[in-house]
């Protein structure tokens, strides 16, 4: 087992850039994840990890199936340069993000786009309902915060692995699907129809938008129907991520 114990280490480095800047989450196509569920569920895809990071005194779970994957051994002041927890756990991955390839996205038709929303417990959230509703891929639209950034990873749960999450052009997106035959159905109040009116079930793709804003004009014009969740009571609106999943399994059936 290779062990590091320098804060200094080039690799260290490269993990702390990777834990606190998204411009080298996107350069490099990798990204860290911190945590024994988030670990587990990436030794789901083990062509995803790089290295597993075990701090000093953590003893991995006897199950996991390990002998294949690199794993590095460091002391505590290494693992509090990459901990983004308070209270870590001394365990991490350095993972590659999946690649997709045109045939897998030419095949999506259950899909999620997301314009505009930017605060990570959100996203991860709807991220990890999309991967429970059984929806085909998430697509991050501009404006978007980074779906692997640390805190969206924790609130998703681990579903970064089970779930294509790319970023795309929203406007092309839309087209691409339209193109397809699969309905885009946006979320505003302008010439909307109540969402338990929807009946799609095979191939359908929603766009959710910014809270504060709304999805952008220009999204909206090309969408083949807007729908509305209806308020019963005092709240002037409905969390993005909240309203996402009442829509996501009313459109599912």
């Not at 786009?113 to 891929?137: E, H, K, S, Y």
Request: glycine share 8%.
């Amino acid at each position: 087992m290779k062990r590091i114990e320098s804060t200094q280490n080039a690799l260290v480095k490269h993990w702390k850039k990777l834990v606190t800047q998204r411009k080298e989450r996107e350069k490099t196509g990798e990204f860290i994840i911190e945590g024994f569920h988030l670990v587990e569920e990436a030794l789901k895809n083990k062509e995803q990890i790089v290295q597993i990071i075990v701090r000093d005194g953590v003893d991995l779970p006897l199950l996991w199936a390990i002998d294949d994957v690199q794993t590095v051994q460091v002391n505590d002041a290494v693992a509090k340069e990459i901990a983004e927890t308070e209270k870590s756990q001394g365990v991490f991955a350095h993972c590659k993000q999946k690649e997709v390839s045109e045939t897998e996205m030419a095949a999506w038709r259950k899909v999620l786009l997301v314009d505009a929303v930017q605060d990570p417990g959100n996203i991860g959230t709807m991220i990890r309902t999309a991967d429970a509703a059984g929806i085909d891929a998430v697509i991050l639209g501009k404006g978007c915060v980074d779906a692997f950034n640390p805190k969206t990873m924790r609130s998703a749960q681990g579903s970064h692995f089970h779930i294509p999450v790319v970023r795309g052009d929203l406007d092309e997106w839309i087209d691409r699907l339209q193109d397809d035959n699969v309905k885009v159905f946006g979320t505003a109040l302008e010439e909307a129809i109540s969402y338990k009116e929807v009946d799609v079930k095979d191939a359908f793709a929603l766009i959710v938008g910014n809270e504060g804003s709304g999805i952008s004009p220009q999204l909206l014009a090309k969408t083949d129907q807007n729908v509305i969740i209806p308020i019963f009571g005092g709240a002037e609106s409905l969390n993005v991520a909240v309203a996402t999943g009442i829509l996501l399994y009313q459109f599912r059936g």
